[in-house]
């Protein structure tokens, strides 16, 4: 997630990446559903992949243990936890995906030519009358008028497998969508306007990615090949690398939902002299197979990505000269640019027809990083926009979980100003090697530019 006040735009992963029951939670027969196709996919998988680990109380290192302890978890309690975690992780999964059915059918401009409403205003009106207004309900008749009719846009194939989904539970769609638009709305309400600190780490598990994103690990990298330049990357793990599936807001459809992370860091790892494109290994790790399933699914293929940033200039937002000479550049070590499909007002835009091989150097796991842990070692972890939706106890075992899955002098990059990410590494005994921040627009009249931060810790 970008800092600074005037503008808040998401990159959520699994992102990253728990909250407590709330109405809407998924059935028993979803969860039952879910938990089988995980384990499905990790089934089919098991030949192709590391084998997958879940967390024990003796894979967590003494000085973990007694700052778990110190918040209520310990050895006796700790299985229960795990298998608490795993349970609410599944349900803020399909909230998320519920998350990004309502912000599609608000803001989207493909399917309606009903003026979009921003869900932020929505939520604050919701907030204020608690029924659904008008608008929206003409934007969800005109989207459930979409799902039956419009049978080979990617996105609405996508949406139409969750509402499939959902029906077989039980909710037709009509209810479906009042109870899910209510849920997320006092959800982002929460977030933007009663500013709960914890409303992150509440919510449901949103795929949201963006190419901001990689302009702040692009640059952690460059300061890292710059501390030590005779260290070269083979294999890299990569935590929630995310689908652009429906962000919360600023929506730009362009090209069909994709995940675009793995190939921006393969760019940058070259790019900086970190990396040999031909040795390098990527392994990505997400809790939402819609995203492990693409990465797998693009392997051996040459998929056109389209790069748009996820904010737009406009009077008094300006991208600075860095951002985008960042933009201009990334992608064209992995693969040729090419025309975009159209115009996009104050975005940058473009798109990247990748090179033969870029994705056969792509992997992807299914996994809740919570509670699980590969039996592989990375030279590096990069770790962007997850965190914040851990709580400390999670936050606590995530860490513990990514560090034991690095190489001897490995290195975990991540985006995460949480003081306890700090104390995590130091009782982990990963000593802080590079912070800096980075200025992506500056913003007139607001008490801070739109900026990110990177930390550098390497494992002795």
């Known amino acids: 997630m970008w800092r600074g006040d005037a503008i808040k735009g998401e990159h959520e992963t699994t992102k ?35 084998a997958l680990h879940e967390t024990t109380w003796a894979d967590v290192a003494a000085p973990m243990q007694a700052l778990l302890e110190a918040r209520g978890v310990g050895r006796d309690s700790f299985s229960a936890y795990v298998a608490d975690v795993r349970r609410r992780d599944l349900e803020r999964v399909r909230d998320g995906d519920l998350d990004h059915l309502v912000y599609y059918a608000l803001q989207s401009s493909f399917f309606t030519h009903l003026p979009a409403v921003e869900p932020a205003a929505g939520a604050k009106a ?47 769609l009509p209810r479906l969508l009042s109870e899910q638009y209510a849920r997320a709305m006092r959800s982002l309400y929460e977030k933007e306007f009663a500013a709960a600190a914890d409303a992150y780490q509440r919510r449901g598990l949103s795929t949201d990615t963006s190419v901001e994103a990689g302009y702040v690990v692009y640059l952690g990298l460059a300061a890292l090949h710059a501390l030590e330049p005779e260290r070269r990357v083979r294999r890299v793990l990569v935590v929630g690398p995310g689908l652009d599936l429906a962000p919360r807001t600023g929506l730009v459809e362009v090209g069909d939902p994709q995940s675009y992370q793995p190939f921006a860091l393969v760019d940058a790892l070259v ?44 009077e008094g937002v300006r991208f600075t000269a860095d951002y985008r000479e960042y933009f201009t550049t990334v992608g064209r070590i992995v693969g040729a640019e090419r025309p975009i499909a159209r115009a996009i007002p104050g975005h940058l835009a473009k798109s990247i027809q990748l090179a033969a091989g870029v994705t056969d150097a792509i992997d992807a796991t299914t996994a809740d990083i919570v509670v699980d842990r590969l039996d592989e070692r990375f030279d590096l972890a990069v770790v962007t926009n997850v965190f914040p939706y851990l709580s400390d106890r999670d936050l606590l075992l995530a860490i513990t979980n990514i560090v034991a899955m690095l190489a001897p002098g490995g290195v975990l990059l991540h985006n995460e100003s949480r003081p306890l990410v700090a104390e995590a590494t ?35």
């Open 426 to 460: 130091h009782a982990l005994g990963l000593p802080l090697m590079h912070s800096r921040s980075a200025v992506i627009a500056t913003v007139d009249g607001a008490k801070a530019p739109l900026y990110d931060a990177v930390w550098l810790h390497r494992v002795p």
């Open 126 to 172: 919701f907030a204020e009358h608690a029924t659904i207004p008008r608008p929206v309900l003409d934007r969800f008749t005109a989207f459930e008028s979409a799902l039956r009719e419009r049978a080979h846009d990617a996105r609405l194939s996508y949406f139409r497998e969750i509402v499939e989904r959902e029906r077989a539970s039980g909710t037709p």
């Open 16 to 50: 990253p990446r728990n909250h407590e029951t709330r109405a809407g939670v998924a059935p028993s027969s979803w969860f039952a559903s879910l938990t089988r196709g995980l384990l499905v996919v990790l089934a089919v998988s098991t030949p192709a992949l590391p």
């Open 271 to 314: 790019g900086v002299g970190l990396a040999d494109r031909t040795a390098l290994r990527v392994r990505a790790l997400d809790i939402n197979p819609r995203v492990t399933d693409w990465i797998t699914r693009a392997h051996g293929t040459r998929p056109r990505l389209s790069l748009v940033s996820s904010i737009a200039e406009r």
